[in-house]
């Protein structure tokens, strides 16, 4: 569409404005942030701000939105940075909510959305009215409250998890952390007893646990750069490093995944055990030509089972 720069400046501006008034500063009041914020309210350069829909947007959709109606086009490998820098500050300010329509939608679905929280709607809408200054002042004040409730919503839906010492953590809902529950209280209880949970990540989070110094006392040094598996549990009796892949969103431990992991731990004094876990032996037909030898797969229907990829051991690391 060939919509004329001044209007489309202007009404970037005018975002940018509100943006600022919410509270938001200079970063995260940036043009994307303004940009993301007319999407997700369809506001063209030519509307006005009462005219602001609030449509459910994946950020997909967002992004096809602004090429289409501002020129703006983002490219595929920036949708992470809308997702995190934006949309996520959105969120946690209580400006947009995330999945109305499904709340414990796992968090790599790819029908993950995003909506003007209706308060904000509210205010914004007022923009250029003679009421807009009172209307920001109540919502301000009320703001706090707003965002606590949100906070707690999205609280309720994650996932209890407490680890072989005792400590408790929780996980975003759904995508592989239904699985790596599985791993942690069925798995590590039957082949790994006493082992030290030194990392989990989180689809939401990928430092769940990071027990950097226990790694690092191990020769593991890791960045935030590092394709870390899904679970990593020490074996202190045997000094085995136990590397998991929760193979329910992503795949298993396959031969370019295996010298992935073995180049991130080369470092490692602890024999390394590569596991792909997957839910059922069903899924497991999916992967068996890809799985890569001397690693072994643990299927969560069947918890009891092993079943080992060659080699002269068994469960167990290879010099």
């Not at 490998?77 to 949309?87: Q, V, Y």
Request: aromatic fraction near 10%; hydrophobic fraction near 35%.
């Amino acid at each position: 569409m060939d919509v004329p720069g001044d209007s489309r400046e202007e009404r970037i501006a005018e975002a940018r404005k509100i943006l600022g008034l919410l509270g938001f500063d200079a970063e995260r009041s940036n043009e994307r942030s303004a940009l993301v914020l007319l999407a997700l309210l369809e506001l063209g350069p030519d509307a006005e701000w009462h005219e602001s829909e609030r449509p459910m947007l994946r950020t997909v959709q967002i992004m096809q939105w602004l090429r289409d109606v501002y020129g703006k086009d983002y490219k595929p490998n920036t949708r992470e940075t809308i997702r995190r820098f934006t949309l996520h500050q959105f969120t946690e300010a209580g400006v947009v909510v995330q999945n109305p329509d499904r709340p414990d939608r796992p968090t790599n679905s790819p029908n993950w959305c995003y909506q003007i929280e209706p308060a904000a709607y509210g205010l914004i809408t007022a923009f250029k009215q003679g009421d807009f200054e009172e209307r920001l002042k109540e919502y301000l004040a009320e703001r706090p409250g707003l965002q606590s409730l949100y906070a707690r919503e999205r609280e309720m839906n994650r996932i209890p998890l407490q680890l072989p010492g005792g400590k408790e953590i929780d996980l975003s809902p759904g995508g592989q952390n239904v699985l790596i529950v599985q791993v942690i209280n069925e798995f590590c209880e039957r082949y790994t007893p006493n082992g030290e949970v030194l990392y989990i990540g989180d689809a939401d989070d990928k430092w769940a646990v990071f027990e950097k110094q226990a790694l690092a006392s191990l020769g593991v040094e890791v960045d935030s750069h590092g394709k870390m598996p899904d679970v990593v549990v020490y074996l202190r009796e045997k000094n085995w490093l136990v590397l998991i892949e929760a193979a329910s969103s992503h795949g298993p431990v396959d031969h370019k995944r295996y010298r992935e992991l073995s180049e991130l731990f080369r470092g490692s004094t602890a024999g390394l055990v590569f596991i792909s876990a997957l839910p059922s032996r069903v899924e497991l037909r999916k992967y068996l030509k890809d799985i890569a030898w001397e690693t072994d797969v643990w299927c969560a229907d069947n918890p009891t089972h092993l079943i080992h990829f060659n080699g002269e051991r068994f469960l167990g690391p290879y010099n």
